[in-house]
């Protein structure tokens, strides 16, 4: 065909890219190939690009670990090459629709040291706005596909594709080339909580609160579902910091559900106290994280505000008091309601005045002896009533009091260790500074350039034993924690080599009797961890971290959600101008707690994971 042919019959060209492993031969060089899949989705994970700060960190974090530099001694440099490709996915499909192609591109960061080897972290906006992009794609195109080539030393890197402009929908694949082989992963939040225990007892309770409860609950002294929507419209109708259009029945009744520890469905006065305690919490956090003062939230600022939620100095601690904010509003509410309450309190008294004078007149009519045996069988079981829960609350007071104690003397003993082996007399009369000195030459040099310095060191409070018998064990307590740590390691480094005078010793934590059972427990799961091909360790108490190959950590710490159930709650909660109202706000935080809760409560085993039998 003649080149003048081929104009007039074809009027566009569309040249296909192969990937490089393509054409076999073996001259050429195979390149590592990995292929991800993805998606931007409005008001959670499409941020856009740089030029929106505060919402580019929302976008998809992918880790590339180069290991491996390239092979070529000609070219003057040292790095590692590899190819980036960003590619749109079922644009064309959405033609029909009437959407065209986005602009896209990508920017590759250096990832700070501190998060190598971890994939469970998707980095925040403070990282984006404190660090410069090492590489970016050629440019931003509306093109399918857009790729560049690179050329950095070996580390890791962390790759953010993106729309040009935020809050577009769309699906993609980065697909990342190596000269050497080179690990390519998605880098999101984990689902996680770490729930703290806010739960407000009576006496923790102010008189002045105390009093605006009487009042609010009325005779039975509880608050039903629709008593508490009603309370807490009132408060937010007079907040004008806060856009909201009050809370539903539907969230009332998840905010008494998750507060109502006796089983009742309504609410007592400490019940009452914790939920007032945790959405004062709430509302400060709503607060913080409403960076422009719109009375709303933006997606982005949410999902900070959901980590926020349960941090522990987030925690308001000591006695329930109302604030004079809150004191007002209650106060108010008290107010507006009392010609109503009134009035409802003397229909009801009257129709149980009614129906106490029937009971009354029906009881007559039965005999002195009926009466006189359920009169003492009420007062009997009033006194077990009483003496059971007399016993409940000195059982549960004694368990909090013996874990506590526990906990102290565990605490107490973190900068102790224990040494088995050592012949009995040999400190002397001072046994601190002869055991300072001792420790550098078990050890070596290296180790402990000088002698550390210890609180005091001790033989066990057991009796001297006689020649023949096992030794006593030496205690020593270090004065910095740090030093305990790195003798404890570096002593199980050296289990084989550790002698004195030829004889094998040993170092350990010094640990007391429930910790030791407690880690006791974790023997046969370490076992089959290690089978599996991770790296299992018991942290200070018993808290088992467990590591992958990889070096992934799985640990369970705040609110943290990754980016599909947060796309879920996003489209469950927000407003179609992506905001977030405060009654919103927390029945999505209530009902994330209730969530975490019973799937701890059907995961008793922390495995992970639950089997549920809806046929059951």
Not at 222 to 245: F, G, P, Y
Not at 411 to 438: H, M, Q, V
Not at 584 to 604: H, Q, S, T, W, Y
Request: charged residues 30%; aromatic residues 8%; proline residues 4%.
């Amino acid at each position: 065909m003649s080149y003048t042919d081929f104009l007039r019959h074809y009027s566009r060209v569309e040249v296909c890219t192969l990937t490089p492993d393509t054409i076999d031969d073996d001259s050429v060089k195979h390149w590592s190939v990995t292929k991800l899949d993805g998606s931007w989705r409005k008001g959670s994970t499409a941020g856009g690009c740089r030029n929106h700060p505060y919402s580019f960190w929302m976008n998809p974090q992918i880790v590339i670990k180069l290991e491996e530099e390239d092979d070529d001694p000609d070219d003057g440099e040292v790095g590692c090459s590899f190819v980036v490709g960003l590619i749109q996915k079922n644009r064309r499909k959405l033609r029909k629709q009437g959407e065209d192609m986005h602009t896209v591109g990508f920017a590759i960061y250096d990832l700070p040291k501190q998060f190598y080897g971890q994939r469970e972290v998707h980095l925040d906006k403070n990282f984006f706005l404190t660090h410069a992009q090492t590489a970016k794609s050629e440019t931003f195109t509306n093109q399918r596909e857009v790729s560049t080539r690179f050329k950095l030393p070996p580390g890791e890197y962390l790759i953010v594709p993106s729309t040009f402009e935020p809050h577009l929908n769309g699906d993609f694949c980065v697909r990342v080339f190596s000269e050497k082989q080179a690990e390519t992963l998605p880098c999101d939040d984990p689902v996680s909580a770490e729930l703290e225990d806010e739960t407000v007892s009576d006496e923790e309770v102010d008189s002045g609160f105390r009093g605006l409860f009487t009042k609010l609950a009325g005779d039975d002294m509880e608050i039903s579902a629709v008593e508490l929507r009603t309370i807490m419209n009132k408060i937010v109708s007079k907040r004008t910091d806060i856009k909201t259009d009050g809370f539903s029945m539907e969230t009332s009744r998840i905010m008494v559900n998750l507060m109502d520890d006796s089983g009742n469905g309504r609410l007592g006065l400490g019940e009452f106290a914790t939920l007032w305690k945790k959405v004062q919490r709430y509302l400060t956090i709503y607060k913080q994280n409403d960076m422009d003062n719109s009375g709303t939230m933006s997606t982005p600022e949410m999902r900070v505000a959901f980590k926020d939620a349960v941090k522990k100095d987030s925690m308001p601690t000591g006695n329930v008091a109302t604030s004079d904010v809150s004191m007002a509003a209650l106060t108010s509410l008290l107010e507006s309601h009392k010609v109503s309450l009134s009035t409802e309190f003397k229909t009801v008294i009257a129709a149980l005045e009614s129906k106490i004078d029937l009971i009354h007149a029906t009881i007559s009519d039965h005999g002195q002896r009926i009466t006189s045996l359920e009169s003492n069988a009420d007062l009997v079981d009033g006194r077990l009533s009483t003496l059971e829960a007399t016993c409940a609350e000195l059982a549960a007071r004694n368990a909090k009091l013996r874990a506590k104690t526990a906990d102290l003397e565990a605490r107490s003993r973190r900068k102790n260790i224990r040494i088995i082996g050592l012949p009995e007399s040999i400190e002397g009369p001072r046994p601190t500074a002869f055991f300072s000195d001792l420790l550098p030459q078990l050890l070596g040099d290296q180790i402990l350039p000088t002698s550390p310095e210890l609180v005091r060191a001790h033989r066990s409070l057991a009796a001297k034993p006689k020649p023949g018998e096992r030794q006593r064990t030496v205690i020593i307590r270090f004065h910095n924690f740090q030093t305990k740590e790195r003798v404890i390691r570096e002593a199980r480094k050296m289990t084989a080599d550790l002698r004195y005078e030829g004889k094998p010793i040993a170092f350990y934590e010094y640990y007391i009797l429930e910790v030791v059972m407690q880690r006791a427990l974790y023997r046969e799961v370490m076992t089959q961890l290690y089978k599996l091909g991770l790296r299992p360790a018991l942290q200070y108490l018993a808290k088992l971290m467990i590591t992958a190959e990889n070096g992934d950590k799985l640990s369970l710490r705040g609110f943290t959600l990754n980016n599909t159930i947060y796309q879920l709650l996003v489209a469950r909660y927000s407003d179609p101008d992506m905001t977030i109202d405060f009654d919103n706000f927390v029945g999505c935080l209530m009902r994330l707690e209730m969530m975490f809760k019973i799937f701890k409560k059907l995961d008793p085993h922390e495995s992970g994971s639950i089997e549920l039998d809806f046929n059951a």
